[in-house]
């Protein structure tokens, strides 16, 4: 909307600034989040939305027993409001961001609710599958719809993070990668969220650098100079992403530990699919497995030790997923949570170093 309003009133001129922009949508969105915070906390209470601890997880988390949980929902509103006031409303690559936001919110928000009223099971694994799918489906048909505008016209193909090298995979190859990393993304971040402000602050720290990156790209010399696959308009999702950065920080103020709200599937499910269509929309799919190191572990760690039991009916780990196994190991929580932020920062800075060397290699 200020965007807008720059077009028509010459002393707002400012405001179509990418630089201001994305520093308003950073704080107005943590704003949102920490001034809203207590008051959504206590109604979550009095509607009675609090956290179901399973009886098979570690017996310290009996003590989470009813805490307020959806917190996603304020996450989701605080960046969606953020985004409609600064960003660029005419960018057909926000538009496809804020669209997919909505959806995969809509399948947390229907898991995290059916918890409440249906089943402690929530929503079907095989039907978040699906419409998680069906997603995929969209982000593929409409990148490819609307066509990169880049240096080289390699649509098809994925980008070596360290060469720069592209490699042609086709339209169904592509198709079958945007599925397995939104499939993979929405549920790793959603498998890691086990712990007070585990998931959260990787979030954050890996939207801030997607948030760099996408701002290198959209950016004609800089994505040059650093070999990476310019994109027009890309650039607007650096104060996208600023927004979500903003509202984590805001968020983590109420779920460090000990958490006051969990962000439930509501919050994780969509932060996670927010990464991996960013990722899709700045050619970084191989990147991300970097920059994100601590949710693949622990969705790997549930894949082995399912795996292990199915197969040799014997486990590899205490529990899954992994930050469980470090719980059963007697290290207290709070110490398992900053290990795993110190690790997403290092492999974050990693994620950030491979671009300089991109073109060197």
């Not at 701002?215 to 104060?239: A, C, D, I, Q, R």
Request: net charge positive.
């Amino acid at each position: 909307m200020l965007y807008f309003l720059a077009e028509y009133f010459a002393k707002l001129e400012f405001l179509r600034s990418i630089y201001l922009r994305t520093f308003l949508a950073f704080v107005i969105s943590f704003c949102i989040v920490l001034f809203a915070g207590k008051p959504f906390i206590k109604y979550l209470k009095v509607k009675k939305f609090g956290e179901e601890i399973r009886d098979d997880g570690p017996s310290s988390h009996f003590s989470k027993k009813g805490t307020p949980t959806m917190g996603g929902v304020l996450i989701i509103a605080s960046v969606l409001l953020t985004s409609l006031l600064i960003n660029d409303l005419a960018n057909k690559l926000i538009l496809l961001v804020l669209v997919s936001m909505l959806m995969f919110a809509a399948i947390g928000f229907i898991d995290d609710y059916r918890k409440f009223t249906v089943s402690k099971k929530g929503l079907a694994g095989k039907k978040k599958l699906l419409f998680q799918g069906t997603i995929g489906l969209m982000v593929w048909a409409y990148l490819y719809y609307i066509g990169f505008t880049g240096r080289t016209m390699i649509d098809f193909s994925v980008i070596n993070p360290i060469s720069a090298h592209p490699y042609y995979i086709g339209a169904i190859g592509m198709f079958v990668l945007i599925q397995i990393i939104l499939m993979g993304t929405s549920n790793a971040v959603n498998i890691t969220d086990g712990l007070d402000g585990l998931a959260i602050m990787p979030m954050i720290i890996c939207s801030t650098i997607l948030g760099v990156v996408a701002y290198f790209t959209g950016h004609t010399e800089l994505s040059s100079h650093l070999h990476l696959f310019y994109t027009v308009g890309s650039g607007e999702l650096s104060v996208f992403l600023a927004a979500v950065t903003g509202a984590g920080l805001g968020f983590l103020w109420y779920n460090c530990y000990p958490a006051q709200i969990f962000m439930g599937d509501t919050g994780s499910l969509t932060l996670g699919g927010i990464l991996g269509v960013i990722g899709i929309i700045l050619k970084q799919e191989l990147l991300l497995p970097i920059l994100g190191f601590i949710f693949v572990l622990e969705a790997l760690s549930v894949i082995l030790q399912v795996g292990s039991f199915k197969l040799r009916g014997k486990r590899i780990f205490k529990m899954a997923p992994i930050h469980h196994h470090f719980e059963l190991m007697n290290i207290p929580e709070s110490k398992v949570t900053l290990r795993f932020w110190i690790a997403t920062l290092i492999f974050g800075i990693i994620a950030l170093g491979t671009i300089k060397m991109r073109g060197i290699l």
